[in-house]
């Protein structure tokens, strides 16, 4: 119970420090208190940003002349104010309070340590103005806000989207790396495709999130509900060797170009495909332009898929059709991952072919010559 006074104490003589400011005149207006938001979620990765804002009208002197006081009092739904907060802000022409992220989960957790995280607490807020010179007093509505936290540190951080390996499949976004030292910063290196990308920290729920800064591409928001942000992606302009590094604190993150083709060689194999499903027997298409890789000649009826590194433990990461016997045409995609799922494409005839892999845009061409 001390640590609560304490906390009290300190955060009543910072807001004096905040808010003193010289007495501006008192006009007849009606004491009226407003929050900027009806429920808070505080969240680590928001820190100090702002998460509550309580300001109110400067109510009426009844044509004194005098000062007016003011203290701001916060508790829990139904208790009247009877063991909770109290600002005494005293005589101020700023008659406002920001709370950040961090105050509000402290102020929470301190009054009432049995609130589990995520579990919202409802508040009761009122402002009360006191006439300096009569001692006359106006007390506000009471306005109301819901206030939950959650002190669990992010440790999954993963990535999205038709520019990374697993595309848009929700259950195979790809895991990043937590840097042990910082416990904040995430990395992952690798091939992206020309296309978007966000993260999500479950591989369970599109939310919560980290989507693009509207403004500045090196920033990253964090968004726990489809209304609280717009649903802004990281875009991949070129395919090729990246390195991601995102910061959930600092809310940052880079993207960096490696450099070099995405892929030096590609392979096929299947029962389709000239050599089998043999690692020895490997058929490697031709390379004529960066980005492209075309193959003509026999393919027999069966399955095929495209190996872009010959691992004969089947790890590595190969070229796989979007469905499971997936049927070749002349304008289809592909995606490229290291597991599962094994989709293949279904050659529905032995003869001569043609096919055309382009890198940059994703897209495979399948034509029977």
Known sequence: MNY???????????LFASCEKPVEPVVEKE??????????????????LAALEISWTPGTNHGTGSAIAYTVEMDREG??????????????????????HRQL???LYLLYPETE????????????????????????????????????????LYLVGDATPHGWDLGRATAMIMDMTSFTSFSWSGTMHKGEFKLISTTEDWIPCFVKDSTDDSKMVYRDSEERYPDFKWTIAK??????????????????????????HIYMIGDAAPGGWSWDNLTEMQHPESGVFTYEGHLNTGQIKFPTEIRSDWS???????????????NGTFDAHASDPDNKWLIPESGEWSIRININDTTISFTKL
Do not use: H
């Open 316 to 330: 590595g990461e190969m070229l796989y059709a979007p469905e499971p016997d997936c049927a070749p045409t002349e």
């Open 4 to 14: 609560r006074y304490i906390f009290i104490l300190t955060f009543v003589l910072m």
């Open 31 to 48: 004491l009226a208190l407003t929050l900027s938001t009806d429920s808070v979620f505080c969240l680590p990765v928001y820190k100090d």
């Open 239 to 264: 395919t090729g060797n990246y390195r991601i590094t995102a910061d959930v604190e600092a809310l940052t993150i880079e993207v960096a170009y490696l450099g070099g083709e995405a892929y030096s």
């Open 79 to 100: 208790n009247n104010f009877a063991d909770g907060l109290k600002w005494e802000i005293g005589r101020t022409a700023n008659r406002t309070m920001v709370f950040s």
């Open 105 to 107: 989960a402290d102020t």
């Open 117 to 156: 995280e995520g579990e919202y607490v409802v508040f009761d807020c009122r402002v009360r103005a006191q006439v300096v010179q009569t001692g006359e007093e106006q007390v506000s509505a009471i306005a109301k806000v819901a206030i939950a936290w959650n002190a669990t540190m992010m440790t999954d």
